[in-house]
């Protein structure tokens, strides 16, 4: 299958600092991310839809301004939580689709933050 | 994107059982997909199904989806600890973006 790779895998930040995540498509080109997060013991909440070269689309709730997102070519998308506190802290996963919005997706293996 | 209620949110068994997780949705679907997520781990893809009615095969797993496409389901016949995990359906209606449903957490006892 395709793969997807997130980087750094856990990252620990002091509060008001800026952390970016990567994720890359390691075997395909993704014109289409998407970005998750995930408190402990539920489900995937799409934060936004990350476009390449153009902006994206945030689901509602989500602050944009807060959590930034670039899409600047087809193989890697950056995700900045900016000015992060202590609720910021959470498993945040990228996913994208060799064949489209419609196929399955595929998952990077996600990044937990820590916010001290 | 879709909303859809999953149950049970948590279910633990002994080995052997079987194990059933249910997908429902108020609205007609045009395709689901299911993902398992192991405990620490990152989603990962098990199924697509489309069509009215249809039931596909993996080993242990059978996945169904609904005549009416708006319920769905995937049943594990002889749970071993290796299916231990959450379960999740993601329902998608139109080109709506993919979204998931609350998971099954199966937790499977020796």
């Known amino acids: 299958g395709a793969v997807v790779s997130q980087h750094p895998s856990w990252v620990i930040c002091k509060s008001g600092t800026s952390v970016k995540i990567e994720c890359r498509s390691l075997?395909?080109?993704?014109?289409?991310m998407f970005w998750y997060r995930q408190f402990p013991k539920q489900s995937l909440m799409l934060m936004a839809t990350s476009n390449e070269g153009s902006k994206a689309t945030y689901e509602q709730g989500v602050e944009k301004d807060k959590f930034l997102i670039n899409h600047a070519s087809l193989t890697l998308s950056t995700l900045t939580v900016t000015s992060a506190h202590p609720e910021d802290s959470s498993f945040y996963i990228c996913?994208?689709?060799?064949?489209?919005?419609?196929?399955?997706?595929?998952f990077g293996e996600g990044s937990r933050l820590t916010v001290l | 994107g879709q909303q859809v209620m999953q149950i049970p949110q948590y279910q633990h068994v002994q080995e052997g059982e079987d194990f059933t997780t249910y997908c429902n949705s108020s609205t007609t679907l045009s395709n689901i997909q299911w993902y398992k997520q192991r405990p620490g781990g990152h989603p990962v893809f098990l199924i697509q199904l489309v069509k009215s009615g249809e039931v596909k095969k993996q080993k242990r797993l059978t996945f169904q989806f609904g005549e009416a496409k708006k319920n769905s389901s995937l049943h594990i016949t002889a749970t071993q600890t290796t299916d231990v995990g959450t379960y999740f359906c993601a329902p998608r209606g139109g080109y709506s973006t993919l979204t998931f449903g609350k998971g099954t957490m199966l937790l499977v006892s020796p």
């Open positions: 075997d395909f080109q993704a014109t289409t």
């Open positions: 996913s994208a689709s060799p064949t489209g919005v419609a196929g399955e997706l595929f």
